[in-house]
């Protein structure tokens, strides 16, 4: 599944997040970046708050949110109290649950060989 968010889903988004509105820009995308740990970095880091969006071949979309800034450079975990992970979707249904971050010393974790890794702290 290949996709872009509604409209709905990023409002849902921003409110998980708060503090108003939010621009939302595509960064990187596997589909037309590759999937290359490298190129992720080159062009998310140092970029301030992000959110990763995950779309499976059954319908989910899923991902996180973290208010830190990814640094390759950093190669270990980054605290990060606003940090969440979501669903929107479960097997095409809408879900909408937001899983709030359980240890917020691992907010997120870089690493220079590594993608993102949002989910160590929840």
């Not at 503090?19 to 596997?30: A, D, E, R, V």
């Not at 649950?97 to 359980?102: A, G, M």
Request: hydrophobic share 30%; charged share 20%; with cysteine.
């Amino acid at each position: 599944m290949t996709g872009q968010l509604r409209d709905s889903d990023k409002s849902q988004i921003e409110s998980w997040i708060g503090q108003g509105p939010k621009n939302f820009s595509l960064l990187y995308s596997i589909s037309n970046d590759g999937c290359f740990a490298q190129k992720f970095h080159e062009k998310c880091d140092h970029q301030g708050s992000t959110i990763t969006v995950i779309y499976n071949n059954h319908g989910s979309v899923f991902g996180g949110y973290t208010s830190a800034s990814w640094a390759a450079s950093i190669s270990g975990s980054t605290r990060d109290d606003k940090a969440f992970l979501f669903q929107l979707k479960f097997s095409g249904t809408d879900t909408r649950r937001q899983f709030p971050i359980s240890d917020a010393a691992f907010g997120i974790y870089s690493h220079p060989n590594f993608r993102t890794d949002i989910w160590r702290g929840c």
